[in-house]
C-alpha cells in the first residue's frame, strides 16, 4: 500500500508493535498514563520510511539544522540537566496548537504522529540527547524542530514568528 501524507494515517501501528514503546510504558524511563498513551499514533516501518525520505528528499537538514534559506528565522535552545520546564516554556511559545498532530521522525525506521501538547508534555521521552536526532514537523512544513544529539533543539519557520505570550504557570498546571 503507497504511503503518502493522505494515507499515512493508514499506518497507524499497535504501540506493542512500536520499537521504542519502552520509553511511554517502562517505569524506569517513563509511564505515560493509558488516556496520553492512546493519543500517541506509532506508524509502520514503511510510513517511517515515507517521512524519513521526504526529509531527505527536500533536504531540510543538508546544513545543521537546517538547509540554509529554507527557514526566514531559526531559534534555538540548549538541553541541560535541569532546564526541563524551560524547555517546555519554550515549545509551548512556539505558539502551535495544541491539539495539532506532528509528525516525529526518528529513522527510517521509527516514526510517530502526536498531539503537540502531548509532544511538549513528554518531550524528554520522545528526545534522549546523545542517542537521538528527532524531527519534528506538520505536512505544511513551514515550521520544523530539530532535537539534535547534542543537546540543542532548533525551530525553524517560514512565518513571522514571535514567541506566544503565554499564561505559563496555568499551562504547566495542566
Not at 520499537?19 to 517502562?26: A, D, G, H, N, P
Not at 524547555?87 to 505558539?95: A, E
Given at each position: 500500500?503507497?504511503?503518502?501524507?493522505?494515507?499515512?494515517?493508514e499506518?497507524?501501528?499497535?504501540?506493542?508493535?512500536f520499537?521504542?514503546?519502552?520509553?511511554?510504558?517502562?517505569e524506569?524511563?517513563?509511564?505515560?498514563?493509558?488516556q496520553?498513551?492512546?493519543?500517541?499514533?506509532?506508524?509502520?516501518?514503511?510510513?517511517?520510511?515515507?517521512?524519513?525520505?521526504?526529509?531527505?528528499?527536500?533536504?531540510?537538514?543538508?546544513?545543521?539544522?537546517?538547509?540554509?534559506?529554507?527557514?526566514?528565522?531559526a531559534?534555538?535552545?540548549?538541553?541541560?540537566?535541569d532546564?526541563?520546564?524551560?524547555?517546555?516554556?519554550?515549545?509551548?511559545?512556539?505558539?502551535?496548537?495544541?491539539?495539532?498532530?506532528?509528525?516525529?521522525?526518528?529513522?527510517?525506521?521509527?516514526?510517530?504522529?502526536?498531539?503537540?501538547?502531548?509532544?511538549?508534555?513528554?518531550?524528554?521521552?520522545?528526545?534522549?540527547?546523545?542517542?537521538?536526532?528527532?524531527?519534528?514537523?506538520?505536512?505544511s512544513?513551514?515550521?520544523?524542530?530539530?532535537?539534535?544529539?547534542?543537546?540543542?533543539?532548533?525551530?525553524?519557520?517560514?512565518?513571522?514568528?514571535?514567541?506566544?505570550?503565554?499564561?505559563?504557570?496555568?499551562?504547566?498546571?495542566?
Open positions: 500500500m503507497k504511503v503518502d501524507f493522505d494515507t499515512i494515517h499506518h497507524i501501528i499497535p504501540l506493542d508493535n520499537q521504542l514503546k519502552w520509553r511511554f510504558t517502562e524506569e524511563y517513563n509511564k505515560l498514563p493509558d496520553h498513551l492512546e493519543l500517541l499514533r506509532p506508524l509502520s516501518k514503511a510510513a517511517a520510511k515515507f517521512l524519513s525520505d521526504y526529509i531527505d528528499m527536500i533536504d531540510l537538514h543538508g546544513d545543521i539544522p537546517f538547509k540554509k534559506g529554507f527557514f526566514r528565522t531559534h534555538s535552545i540548549e538541553v541541560l540537566t532546564n526541563e520546564k524551560e524547555i517546555k516554556k519554550w515549545l509551548y511559545q512556539r505558539g502551535l496548537p495544541f491539539d495539532q498532530l506532528v509528525f516525529l521522525t526518528w529513522s527510517q525506521e521509527d516514526a510517530m504522529i502526536v498531539p503537540w501538547e502531548i509532544f511538549i508534555k513528554y518531550f524528554d521521552s520522545f528526545y534522549y540527547p546523545i542517542a537521538d536526532d528527532l524531527t519534528v514537523f506538520d505536512q512544513l513551514t515550521w520544523a524542530l530539530l532535537f539534535f544529539h547534542e543537546h540543542e533543539i532548533h525551530f525553524g519557520t517560514n512565518e513571522h514568528f514571535t514567541p506566544s505570550p503565554t499564561n505559563w504557570r496555568e499551562f504547566s498546571a495542566a
